[in-house]
């Protein structure tokens, strides 16, 4: 347990200059939309924070998805560290695959770290943040990987009545529009509902109870640009042929809603508060898929069972039967609301049901002969490794012949419209991930040079091609997120180093607060924006927490286990999202 009153002298003197910090996620924010609007005069807010304070260009981390982005800016540490790879946590078992949620993270947090000198925080829709960790001083609301009705949701019921009251409806954690089946305006309509549904909410909150540092990610910034980035870019494949011009006009118009929102945020901070605006990954159109379970198969690395039932699904694979063309069918049958479930319990309507029992998956996969499969939503590969996964194959005195086949026939892959190299590199797990925590990495990450062709893996053999057309959503995620401050401690006009990356915020963010930060952090304070005579003094930097810190077992979370009626819903919820 946190003890609150546990303050040392030099931390009792900072407090006295340190200010406040508003961290506003907006998720998946790119320069690529923001940059053309901002010039064209449609984002005063943002163009005056950008003007009057820093602004730069910051870096996710791999791979760029939610759960381990967030995760690095709550922790200042790689996934080697903190232990989160992906939305799902397989320990190296393909057939298992548990939801990561704040239980399964090996680190102090942010907020966490600033409650020991005393600082209060408020923290809403954080990826990962749920369940919340018992933490002096924590005001929580819960993000979108929290089961239904979760009777832990928020730490005030009061205050979340309250907050409902004034929203005039039932909070909304997240939202799964979707565009498929030209649902385009209602996407947009339900995506700039939830923008504004959540704007209102941080408004409320900000002055609903003090607080030292104040964090929420802006979920509606991701989603519309996974549904809609084909309405922004007329010439993605899927809007080719079509007038999306009223689409592009409200798309424009949910960014001016946000820049609004941050105009009345900003204008209702104290006065020694410090604003950052940041995203935990940038975005860009998708158009294709790469399948390398496809392609593993085609190799033979991936063995299937040797069955007539096996053989008979194979059969029907090899001829388009994939979830892929019942996908299809449904966006034309206009039944695309939400996204194909894969997940046995969770089908709602017979197409689904179909699709399950129809399906090649990894229920098929004779893992006593598979030396390698992927699993992830960026490429990632592993060995089937003896005494590693339940019934791994390969020896250990063949990983490293393997690990070199594998790169050079994917260094072979064929870019389809250029006919150069598909793949940009493969990283091995050290070369990404350090530290306690990383025997749970990928044994290989391939990264490809163009991302309009988007990786998958945990959709197991979604399509019977390795490189097929993208269906469901119409951009995905980048390395390239943004960043933007304002206030006393900032310098104006200043720009972030080519270097910095999400990992910096929390070290930053503690170094605002007046907080020592821990010693075992990968990120740095982003100090060529910051102004040294504005900062507080800091103690000597203090070690690493140990395990009983926090509440609970190493990771800091809950002694509860997950119930897995939970577990499946947010899978559902998930799949439904295109995470799965």
Known sequence: MIEAGRIGRGAREAMATATKVFVLGLDGATWDILGPLAEAG????LSRVRARGASGTLRSIFPPLSPVAWTGVMTGKNPGKHGIFEFLEFGHDPLGGRVNTSRSIDSALLWEVAARYGRKTTAGAVPMSYPPRKTPGLNFLGDFLAPPNARDFTSDPELFAELERH???????WDVSVHDGGRE?????????FLDHHLRAVRFLMDARPWDLFVYDLMATDRIQHELWHAWEPSHRVARGRDLSKVRDGFVAFWKRLDEGIGEIEAALPADATLVLMSDHGFGPVEHFVNFNVWLLDRGYITLIDTP???????????????????????????????????????????????????????????SKTRAYAQGNFGQIFVNKQGRQPNGCVRPEDVRPLLDDLKAELAGLTHPETGGPLVDRVYEAEELYQGPNAHLAPDLTVVLGDWRYRTIGLHDFTTHKVIS????PTGDHRMEGVFLASGPTIRPGSSLGPDATLLDIAPTVLRLL??????????????????????PDLDEPIAPPDPGDADGPPGGGSDDAPDPEDDEAVKQRLAELGYL
């Open 167 to 173: 929203l005039g409806e039932p909070y909304r954690p």
């Open 469 to 472: 057309p993208a269906f469901g």
């Open 514 to 535: 007046g907080v020592p930060a821990p010693d075992d952090l990968d990120g740095r304070p982003l100090l060529e924006v910051l102004d040294p005579s504005s900062l």
């Open 185 to 193: 305006p209602e996407a947009l309509a339900g995506l700039t509902s």
């Open 309 to 367: 039932y096996v053989r008979q699904k194979h059969w029907f694979f090899r001829r388009g039967v994939t979830l892929e063309w019942i996908y299809r069918i449904m966006a034309r049958l206009g039944q695309a609301k939400h996204r194909v479930s894969r997940f046995g319990g969770s089908q709602d309507n017979r197409l689904d049901q179909m699709a399950e029992s129809l399906f090649l998956s990894r229920r098929h996969i004779d893992w």
């Open 42 to 45: 449609e984002l005063p807010n």
